[in-house]
């Protein structure tokens, strides 16, 4: 597969970005974290490939490290919005204080341009369990159709995508690369481009499905 077809692929989350404009002033606004994902995801995508065709890797392998933990905070202010800290805010501080010192103490020690893969896959256990319990709260309490629920739709789409980005991220440890062929490792790598366009296909018709604005009080909880 070559780097202008994964490119082209990415870009898929286009269409959660297309929508969610269209849709925008007239969703629930608990739900705008998501939405907000969904653009930064589209923008780093676009200045990641620009960065890496001009010959910057150094700037290339900044932005994705910084883009880990605004991924990780975007989603945790979603989970929060959805009451999964029982709306506290100090716990939700906590959650955010504690994963941002942790990415800052890597970034220290490793440097902004060295992908620190433990804080990934870390940052990727804790939106899978934060998913997986959402998931289940939707699936008991939620009625209607499931497959037009967004909340369901946006947490299956984050159990697929980022429960095998921790094994791609896994193969490119130290402690594990040795022991992975450069075959299975650009298999792992190809599937992960696969279960990407999946995930963002999820997230466009998560988009389609989420609820209009019932002008809540209390719109941003954090």
């Not at 890496?52 to 990780?72: C, E, H, M, N, R």
């Not at 501080?93 to 060295?114: K, M, Q």
């Not at 792992?188 to 998560?206: D, F, G, K, R, T």
Request: aromatic share 18%; hydrophobic share 50%.
């Amino acid at each position: 597969m070559t780097d202008t077809l994964r490119f082209y692929l990415s870009l898929s989350i286009g269409f959660a970005v297309i929508i969610g404009i269209v849709r925008f002033r007239k969703i629930d606004r608990s739900y705008y974290p998501f939405l907000y994902n969904t653009g930064v995801a589209l923008l780093v995508e676009i200045i990641s490939r620009i960065l890496y065709k001009s010959g910057y890797p150094d700037a290339f392998s900044a932005t994705l490290t910084i883009y880990s933990i605004v991924d990780f905070c975007l989603f945790a202010w979603l989970f929060h919005n959805w009451g999964l800290f029982n709306r506290s805010k100090l716990i939700f501080g906590l959650v955010i204080g504690a994963f941002s010192a942790t990415w800052l103490t890597f970034v220290i020690l490793n440097g902004i341009i060295s992908p620190d893969y433990y804080f990934l896959i870390l940052y990727s256990f804790a939106l899978v369990f934060f998913s997986v319990t959402t998931f289940n709260k939707v699936v008991v309490h939620e009625r209607g159709s499931i497959l037009r629920n967004a909340k369901f739709l946006i947490c299956l789409g984050i159990i697929i995508f980022y429960t095998f980005f921790v094994v791609v991220c896994a193969t490119e440890l130290s402690v594990f690369s040795q022991h992975v062929s450069r075959v299975l490792r650009r298999n792992v790598n190809q599937i992960n481009v696969y279960s990407n366009l999946l995930v963002n296909l999820l997230y466009a018709l998560a988009v389609v499905w989420i609820p209009r604005n019932k002008n809540f009080t209390s719109v941003f909880r954090s």
